[in-house]
């Protein structure tokens, strides 16, 4: 079992940055790919970007490469994704999720554990 607590949302204007974290439970947490998605309202849950459990491969939404960037510290059971150019069509909820397959995957169904989400809003 792995708990996942986001943090680190908040409201920015349009071509500013944020740093979401995501904090987990469990000495297990190198096991896992990780990975953050969004869900803006009305919408349904976005692939935003994955990692491997070394944190060595990394995978993008095209919507966010070269803006976004994910990494993890494994030393300190966290995963963070930092968010630069923001624009307002990235004002969403922000989850993190656990995959224990340790494949980098966009798939949602894949993920075994979810956290609850931060909410980010960007204004133009």
């Known amino acids: 079992q792995v708990q996942l607590v986001e943090s680190g949302g908040g409201l920015v204007q349009t071509g500013g940055s944020l740093r979401l974290s995501c904090a987990a439970s469990g000495r297990t947490f190198s096991s896992y790919a990780m990975g953050w998605f969004r869900q803006a309202p009305g919408k349904e849950r976005e692939f935003v970007a994955a990692?491997?459990?070394?944190?060595?491969?990394?995978y993008y939404a095209d919507s966010v490469k070269g803006r976004f960037a994910i990494s993890r510290d494994n030393a300190k059971n966290t995963v963070y994704l930092q968010m630069n150019r923001l624009k307002p069509e990235d004002t969403a909820v922000y989850y993190c999720?656990?995959?224990?397959?340790?494949?980098?995957?966009?798939?949602?169904?894949?993920?075994?554990?979810w956290g609850q989400g931060t909410q980010v809003t960007v204004s133009s």
């Open positions: 990692i491997s459990r070394t944190g060595g491969s990394t």
């Open positions: 999720a656990a995959d224990s397959g340790g494949i980098l995957t966009s798939v949602p169904e894949r993920y075994d554990y």
